[in-house]
Structures are given as C-alpha cells and as structure tokens.
C-alpha cells in the first residue's frame, strides 16, 4: 500500500508541474468578462466537481463579498437529469437544459475526462453554435472537447487515468477560488 500511495501521489505531482499557467490567466479573464450566467457540466466524478465549484466560486466568494458569480450546474438536478435521460437520452441531458436557455454572454465550463461523452460534446457544440464561450476541462488525450472549446485546461495523461485527472480538475477549482480569497486579501 505504501509503494501505491507514493507511486500515485507522484504521479500526481508530476501531473500538477505540467500546468500551463498561461490557460490559468486565460481562464480568469474569461470568468472576469463573462457578463451572463456561468453553466458547468460534468458526469460522474466530474458532476461533483462542478458541483464543487459551483459552491465555491457561486457562494464561497458571494458570502464573502467577494464576487458574485452567477453559476450553475446543470447535473445537479438528478430528476431533470433522469427524466431528460429516460424520455430522449442521455446524450441530451445537458444540451435540452441548455437549449433556448444559453446565451452569447453565458460561458459555458465543460468538464469531462476523455472529452468525448457524448452528453458533453453535444452541449459544447451547442454552445458553440449559439455563440457561447467555452472552456474545455479534459483530460487523457483531450477528446472532442478539447478540439471545440474556446480554452483548454487539459490534463494530458494515460487514458484510464480517472482519479489523477480528476485530482488535478478539483485543484484546478481551488486554485481559482483560492487566487480570488487571495487578490480579496491584497
């Protein structure tokens, strides 16, 4: 158990180091510019990291009088979820919340490992065509996600890697939330 756990945690590491800091300011200015609502989406363990971050960044920094994200995701509505999955498919779960409802000023934050879940990729072009921006959270080799989003925070690792890529998504919410604590401080 040992030799795992050092084995994992420095993989984790190795991972975290090869953070492209530049997509960090890029995701910043585009949270600062948006003048709409903010829509995360995600499945599985990534539905709990924007769910995650929707408690962070909609009411961790509202409550401190920090900013007041207006922010949302859209996974964590399990009868809407089901009901859209059950009634039409999955594959339209987030695009039918997103559908007449997204706008231009909105962005649009797509989480997902391999990029290519079929419910996340179909949101993302939907956002696309309507004119949303997007940012793309991925992993593995970055999938379709990757290949449509405005900017990318991908996490290039071995497919399979869940754990480790979704270890590095959820600091990805917590450095965001922690740079705006910080800058509040200053």
Do not use: W
Request: charged share 25%; aromatic share 8%.
């Amino acid at each position: 158990m040992v030799e795992f756990a050092k084995s994992y945690v420095q993989e984790l590491v190795q991972l975290l180091q090869k953070i492209d800091y530049t997509v960090l300011e890029k995701i910043i200015s585009k949270l600062e510019s948006t003048n709409g609502r903010i829509y995360i989406i995600g499945n599985g363990g990534s539905a709990a990291t924007a769910s995650h971050m929707v408690n962070d960044l909609g009411i961790g920094l509202k409550r401190r009088e920090i900013k007041n994200f207006d922010v949302y995701s859209l996974s964590d509505n399990t009868p809407v979820c089901s009901a859209i999955a059950n009634d039409i498919g999955y594959e339209n779960v987030f695009y039918m919340q997103l559908k007449d409802r997204i706008k231009q000023d909105d962005l649009l934050m797509a989480i997902s490992c391999s990029g290519n879940s079929e419910n996340i990729v179909k949101a993302v072009e939907y956002a696309k065509d309507v004119g949303t921006d997007v940012i793309g959270i991925t992993g593995f080799d970055g999938g379709r996600v990757k290949e449509l989003c405005d900017i990318s925070f991908h996490v290039e690792s071995k497919k399979g890697d869940y754990g480790l890529v979704e270890d590095v998504h959820m600091i990805l919410d917590h450095i965001i939330y922690s740079y705006y604590i910080d800058k509040d401080k200053k």
